[in-house]
């Protein structure tokens, strides 16, 4: 007698059914992980080339915005050679003075139908200041003979006169003059003075000279085109160099700012821009007072010359003051022009030291900063 078949048990049905059931679960999950991962390198992917493009558009804007900056220097340039044209005499009521507000480049230049909306971000603002109001630390050190260089005692003395005016130790001037004569070693303007004159500085009467060569009398970028030149040797251009000195601290850098500058050759001080300390400083005898005052006239009605001021001095007091006509002046030779460029999200403030020569008028780049 046949056995009838026996049904299939419900764990061997569960047994067959369940593994394939398992295998489509793991594949799914597989799936979603090969998903994730290749989502998680495509976004990195993208975000890296996000970054790259915005570095690009980044350099592109400060390429842009150093170019506008070229273009206001040259414009500068031409102020100030113009200005040389007019009148011989440089004062804080002319043109060069006048600084500019924030100004969109494209009312200055115009708008242009064929590039409509360019330079519409641009803006430019600046001031231009005049080097020589200062007291140059480069004048105490001069060449009282060829191949040497030594303190020079007249502009030693009126240093001495502005710290202690200024509330600063006045024993620290010997330290600076030794530390400026340590650091004019091996530089190519170190023997550069003005011919003839006792104290060595740049005047309005003769152009300086030097036994280096020809140039001396241009100092700055041996291309006018090229601010980015390197390779000339020059003095220190920042007062934060006084920090080296022993006995210097912040605080007395601070308080010097607004009367001392280094600059790249001796100078003299132009007394139509000096401020009224350093004016008491430059001219033996007078003091704070007597300067505040000459200041406030010279607002009134600017030197003409060093006679001019001499004639103002004999009538203050019973004895007449006596200034150093190749130490004073009345026109500069060297400007830092202080420029600010913001272009779309890129801004730059560059400070820019000209040097204009007093003969030919022509003007030159000495040093450039920028910062961002």
Same mark, same amino acid.
């Given at each position: 007698m046949r056995r009838a078949p026996s049904k299939p048990t419900a764990g061997i049905i569960s047994g067959t059914l369940r593994p394939p059931q398992r295998q489509r679960g793991a594949a799914i999950i597989m799936a979603l992980l090969v998903v994730a991962i290749a989502a998680t390198l495509v976004s990195g992917l993208l975000w890296r080339q996000q970054i790259q493009v915005r570095r690009i558009e980044n350099q592109r804007l400060r390429d842009q915005a150093q170019w506008a900056a070229r273009s206001a220097t040259d414009w500068t340039r031409f102020i100030l050679r113009t200005s040389a044209d007019v009148t011989p005499v440089d004062y804080l009521g002319g043109v060069w003075a006048v600084p500019i507000a924030p100004t969109r480049v494209s009312d200055v230049l115009g708008h242009n139908d064929d590039d409509a /909306? =360019? $330079?519409?971000? +641009? @803006?430019?603002? *600046?001031? #231009?200041? $005049? %080097?020589? =109001? @200062?007291? &140059?630390?480069? &004048?105490? #050190?001069?060449?009282?003979?060829?191949g040497q260089l =030594?303190? &020079?005692p007249s502009q030693l003395k009126h240093f001495q006169r502005l710290l202690q005016l200024l509330g600063v130790d006045s024993q620290l001037a010997d330290p600076v003059a030794q530390r400026m004569r340590s650091s004019l070693e091996g530089q190519a303007t170190r023997f550069q003075q003005a011919a003839g004159a006792a104290s060595g500085v740049?005047?309005? %009467? +003769? =152009?300086p000279q030097s036994d280096e060569g020809a140039s001396a009398n241009r100092p700055g970028l041996q291309d006018d085109d090229d601010d980015t030149a390197a /390779?000339?040797?020059?003095?220190?251009? $920042?007062? $934060?160099?006084?920090?080296e000195v022993p006995g210097f601290t912040p605080e007395a850098v601070t308080r010097l700012r607004p009367f001392v500058t280094i600059l790249p050759l001796p100078t003299t001080v132009n007394i139509n821009t000096t401020p009224a300390e350093v004016l008491a400083a430059?001219?033996?005898g007078m003091n704070l007072s007597q300067a505040q005052t000459l200041v406030l006239g010279r607002d009134k009605a600017f030197f003409i010359n060093i006679g001019d001021l001499s004639n103002r001095?004999? /009538? /203050? *007091?019973?004895?007449a003051l006596q200034p150093d006509n190749s130490e004073l002046d009345v026109k500069s030779g060297f400007f830092l022009v202080h420029g600010q460029i913001s272009h779309e999200r890129a801004h730059l403030q560059r400070d820019t030291l000209l040097y204009r020569d007093y003969i030919t008028h022509a003007t030159r780049i000495v040093s450039v900063r920028d910062t961002y």
């Amino acid at each position: 007698m046949r056995r009838a078949p026996s049904k299939p048990t419900a764990g061997i049905i569960s047994g067959t059914l369940r593994p394939p059931q398992r295998q489509r679960g793991a594949a799914i999950i597989m799936a979603l992980l090969v998903v994730a991962i290749a989502a998680t390198l495509v976004s990195g992917l993208l975000w890296r080339q996000q970054i790259q493009v915005r570095r690009i558009e980044n350099q592109r804007l400060r390429d842009q915005a150093q170019w506008a900056a070229r273009s206001a220097t040259d414009w500068t340039r031409f102020i100030l050679r113009t200005s040389a044209d007019v009148t011989p005499v440089d004062y804080l009521g002319g043109v060069w003075a006048v600084p500019i507000a924030p100004t969109r480049v494209s009312d200055v230049l115009g708008h242009n139908d064929d590039d409509a /909306g =360019a $330079d519409e971000s +641009t @803006y430019l603002s *600046g001031s #231009i200041e $005049d %080097a020589q =109001a @200062y007291f &140059n630390l480069r &004048n105490l #050190i001069w060449s009282p003979m060829p191949g040497q260089l =030594a303190p &020079n005692p007249s502009q030693l003395k009126h240093f001495q006169r502005l710290l202690q005016l200024l509330g600063v130790d006045s024993q620290l001037a010997d330290p600076v003059a030794q530390r400026m004569r340590s650091s004019l070693e091996g530089q190519a303007t170190r023997f550069q003075q003005a011919a003839g004159a006792a104290s060595g500085v740049i005047g309005a %009467a +003769t =152009a300086p000279q030097s036994d280096e060569g020809a140039s001396a009398n241009r100092p700055g970028l041996q291309d006018d085109d090229d601010d980015t030149a390197a /390779g000339r040797p020059l003095p220190p251009l $920042d007062l $934060d160099w006084l920090l080296e000195v022993p006995g210097f601290t912040p605080e007395a850098v601070t308080r010097l700012r607004p009367f001392v500058t280094i600059l790249p050759l001796p100078t003299t001080v132009n007394i139509n821009t000096t401020p009224a300390e350093v004016l008491a400083a430059m001219i033996p005898g007078m003091n704070l007072s007597q300067a505040q005052t000459l200041v406030l006239g010279r607002d009134k009605a600017f030197f003409i010359n060093i006679g001019d001021l001499s004639n103002r001095l004999g /009538g /203050g *007091g019973p004895v007449a003051l006596q200034p150093d006509n190749s130490e004073l002046d009345v026109k500069s030779g060297f400007f830092l022009v202080h420029g600010q460029i913001s272009h779309e999200r890129a801004h730059l403030q560059r400070d820019t030291l000209l040097y204009r020569d007093y003969i030919t008028h022509a003007t030159r780049i000495v040093s450039v900063r920028d910062t961002y």
